[in-house]
C-alpha cells in the first residue's frame, strides 16, 4: 500500500521568505502527483499537478518537482505571503486513487 | 460549471440516525470519489465510480455505508444508524480520467457531526 508522507508537520515563517515543503513516496509507480491547499474547515483547492513523466511544473509563486525514482517532491513557494497560511496536502495517484500525506500546516507572518 | 457541488455543508446528527450526502460532480466528468478527512489527517478514500459503476470501495466503508451515482451524474453517500466516530469531513472528488490519470477536483466538502 502506498505511504505518503510530508515534512514538517508545521511551519512558520516570516513574510517574504522562500519555503520548501517536502513530500515522499513508498510506491514510486505512480500516475501523477497532485499538491492541494486546505484552509480550515473548507475542502481542496488544487494547485499543481505533475504527471509520473515530468520533473516539475510552476504556477506564478509556486513550483513543484518530483522524482519518481526517490520517492520525493517538493513544493517550492516564493516570497512568501500572510495569505499563503493554510494546510499544504500531497497526494500520490497509485491504482484508481490518490493517497495522502497528512499535510504541512503553513502559517506567514506579517 | 461552477466546479464540484457538495450539500449539505454541514450536518449535525444523533447518534443512530441515518443521513445521506450529496455530490454533484463537474458535468463532464465520468470519475467520481468519495474520501473522508478525520482532524489533523489526510483524506482517506472510501469509494470511487465510473460513470454509474462503483468499482471500488475501501475497507473503511462498512455495511453502514453505501453510495450511489445513479445514471452517472450526482452521487449519495448515505450513512445509517450514525456513530460518532462517523463524524469527520466527506470530501466528493471528480476527475475525467484516463489510464495516464487527471487530477482531482474536489469539492467544499459535508461536515458531519454525530452527537
Known amino acids: 500500500k502506498q505511504e505518503v508522507t510530508q515534512i514538517p508537520a508545521a511551519l512558520s515563517v516570516p513574510e517574504g521568505e522562500n519555503l520548501v515543503l517536502n513530500c515522499s513516496f513508498t510506491?514510486?509507480?505512480?500516475?501523477?502527483l497532485q499538491w492541494f491547499r486546505q484552509d480550515p474547515g473548507k475542502g481542496l483547492t488544487s494547485l499543481l499537478l505533475i504527471q509520473s513523466s515530468q520533473r516539475e511544473q510552476t504556477s506564478g509563486r509556486l513550483n513543484a518537482s518530483l522524482d519518481k525514482s526517490s520517492g520525493r517532491s517538493t513544493l517550492y513557494i516564493a516570497a512568501s505571503q500572510p495569505g499563503d497560511s493554510a494546510t499544504y496536502l500531497c497526494a500520490a495517484k497509485t491504482g484508481n486513487q490518490f493517497y495522502f500525506g497528512t499535510g504541512t500546516s503553513l502559517t506567514v507572518i506579517p | 460549471d461552477t466546479g464540484v457541488s457538495q450539500n449539505p455543508r454541514h450536518k449535525i446528527t444523533k447518534r443512530g440516525q441515518n443521513v445521506t450526502f450529496r455530490c454533484d460532480p463537474i458535468?463532464?466528468?465520468?470519475?467520481l470519489y468519495w474520501y473522508r478527512q478525520t482532524l489533523g489527517q489526510g483524506p482517506e478514500f472510501l469509494t470511487y465510480f465510473q460513470n454509474e459503476a462503483q468499482l471500488e470501495k475501501s475497507r473503511l466503508l462498512s455495511d453502514r455505508f453505501s453510495a450511489e451515482r445513479p445514471k452517472g451524474s450526482f452521487s449519495t453517500l448515505e450513512i445509517q444508524r450514525t456513530e460518532q466516530g462517523d463524524s469527520a469531513m466527506y470530501l466528493c472528488?471528480?476527475?475525467?480520467?484516463?489510464?495516464?490519470?487527471?487530477?482531482?477536483?474536489f469539492g467544499s466538502g459535508t461536515r458531519l457531526t454525530v452527537v
Open positions: 472528488a471528480s476527475s475525467l480520467d484516463t489510464l495516464a490519470g487527471y487530477g482531482y477536483t
Open positions: 510506491d514510486s509507480a505512480i500516475y501523477n
Open positions: 458535468s463532464e466528468h465520468n470519475r
